[in-house]
């Protein structure tokens, strides 16, 4: 009954293309959609078996095979892929939202092993992938491809999408792997980007000594200038607003300058060429950690569940367009006389992602370890399993990558074009699928779960003042100061209740002495007799 309905549809937009209605018609069909795989993703959410972004592919593939069937095989997609739409509207809400949410304690207590695997660990992922791909598609004659295209490959599939780790692992029960996972996730897409870009803008064909070290150079420059440009857009909204205190008139107005704000730290990082990843992640970080503190109480729920909800939906409209884009006639269609190669071709770049994780993982790991005196901040050899694991997975942003390199006006009739595009395709799917599917009961096996754990959406110990593992949990540290605490493990308790003077404890009294007082965050929030937030402010002080 439902692919009788789509049929009808589709033959009704094909009627109307005159009209200029098939667009409307492609959005009503797109949108029902994303309300069924939030349906279907509620309804499969107690088993953890398949989270959002498997249940979209899925939809999407089996969308995009009615549309096959009911359009003759002309086409398996309600909307045309557009690079713009992924990188300017549905990337931004998506890596803000990371940054926004981040525990920012745990994620600079390991910054530097969070670092060192989304920077250096990247960097080794690349070369593997570079290199092999070099060594077996030129064997293989699978096109007439170049020097930036082959290591244009080894960007685009050290590029992770860990989404389905993250959303097995418990961040109370393991807070470090947690933070771990999560930040070189993040990390690891801003360095597969600037490496992209940068392999884009040189003239590979005729490397040098020169111009090997102007690409190191221009990388680091990336990375820097767009670090520092997400600080400076978060502290100037941070900074306007504790001024000006838009909430003592109204609520609207803040929260409107907050998320416009943060989309134009993205922007400028295009305007300027640099890598808007970094750029909004950190311009996330710090809004939370100042300006999201300066608005009023209202303000401060609505912000946090409106990017959290922006995030959300673009993340099922990616994985769903992408379920529906495989099976795109035109793309296969080119390399449908060698169905093997393309076989052999996506196994290669399996197999080279799963040693070039490897590389990296294990030694980086036991080199992190070496730095560490609490054996809790020891990274043990179950937890680098599940670390080497959770990065095996591709995801968006290899597909829009894929697509930037090897399409060129929308076209893919170059052999080593389509090859490559259906390639990434096809491990993007796989790993989803097959890899996610596989994490459950992976991590059960590595990392099980206390017995005494009561099964419930909701944590089972809240966040309190006294365990700095997890902050910036904004739903509960308006109410942390109600909240009963539990007892936690002695050794836990023990090695709180040690100072350490560490970054993050220099950090922490630069901040409350300098930072704080000029661009706000908490216990800094400006004063305006009756308002809500003050009330709140007085408990947590």
Not at 40 to 67: P, Q
Not at 142 to 157: E, P, W
Not at 359 to 372: R, W
Not at 517 to 528: M, Q, S, Y
């Amino acid at each position: 009954m439902a692919i009788g309905i789509l049929s009808t549809l589709l033959a009704k937009s094909e009627t109307i293309l005159g009209s200029g209605h098939s667009s409307v018609v492609s959005m009503n069909l797109f949108v029902a959609l994303l309300c069924g795989c939030i349906v279907i993703g509620h309804l499969l959410e107690e088993s953890r078996w398949m989270n959002e972004s498997i249940t979209a592919l899925a939809i999407g593939l089996c969308t995009g095979i009615v549309i096959l069937l009911t359009t003759g095989g002309k086409s398996s997609h309600l909307l045309v892929f557009s690079e713009d739409l992924f990188f300017n509207y549905l990337l931004p809400p998506i890596i803000f939202n990371a940054g926004f949410q981040v525990k920012k304690k745990q994620f600079f207590r390991n910054f530097m092993t969070i670092m060192l695997f989304g920077s250096v660990g990247t960097l080794i992922s690349f070369a593997i992938i570079s290199l092999g791909a070099i060594h077996f598609f030129k064997k293989m004659s699978i096109g007439n491809l170049k020097i930036g295209d082959y290591l244009a490959i080894g960007a685009i599939f050290s590029a992770t999408d860990s989404v389905c780790t993250l959303q097995v692992l418990n961040q109370d029960d393991t807070p470090l792997l947690y933070s771990l996972v999560f930040g070189e996730g993040v990390v690891n897409d801003a360095t597969a980007v600037v490496l992209f870009k940068a392999i884009q803008s040189f003239d590979l064909p005729h490397i040098n000594t020169t111009i090997a070290l102007q690409f190191v150079g221009n990388f680091l420059y990336l990375f820097i200038s767009s670090t520092l440009l997400g600080v400076l857009a978060g502290l100037l909204s941070a900074y306007i607003i504790k001024k000006l205190y838009f909430g003592r008139h109204s609520t609207d107005r803040e929260v409107a300058l907050m998320i416009l704000m943060a989309y134009l730290s993205y922007m400028l990082a295009e305007f300027f060429y640099l890598s808007a990843i970094l750029t909004v992640f950190f311009c996330g970080i710090v809004m939370s950690h100042y300006t999201w503190h300066n608005v009023t109480e209202s303000s401060r729920v609505t912000t946090k569940h409106a990017f959290a909800t922006l995030s959300f939906v673009a993340e099922i409209f990616i994985f769903l367009y992408v379920g529906m884009d495989a099976l795109d006639i035109e793309k296969w269609r080119v390399v449908s006389d060698s169905p093997g190669k393309s076989v052999g071709v996506s196994a290669i770049l399996l197999g080279l992602i799963l040693v070039g994780r490897a590389a990296f993982v294990f030694p980086l790991s036991s080199i992190s370890n070496l730095t560490k005196k609490a054996p809790c901040d020891k990274i043990d050899f179950k937890q680098q399993v599940t670390i080497w694991w959770a990065g095996l997975m591709r995801g968006a942003v290899s597909m829009a990558l894929a697509y930037n390199q090897f399409t060129s006006l929308g076209h893919t009739q170059l052999r080593g074009n389509a090859m490559m595009i259906t390639s990434t395709i096809t491990v993007v799917l796989f790993s989803t699928v097959v890899f996610g599917l596989m994490t459950k009961p992976l991590i059960r096996i590595l990392l099980p779960s206390p017995k005494n754990r009561m099964l419930s959406s909701e944590p089972s110990t809240p966040k309190s003042l006294t365990v700095p593992l997890l902050t910036n949990g904004h739903d509960l540290e308006a109410y942390e100061s109600d909240r009963n605490l539990i007892t936690r493990p002695t050794s836990l308790r023990m090695f709180l209740s040690t100072p350490s003077n560490t970054v993050h404890y220099y950090w922490r009294k630069f901040d409350n002495a300098f930072m704080r007082p000029v661009f706000g965050g908490r216990g800094f929030v400006p004063f305006v007799p009756g308002s809500p937030i003050e009330q709140n402010d007085q408990q947590w002080q």
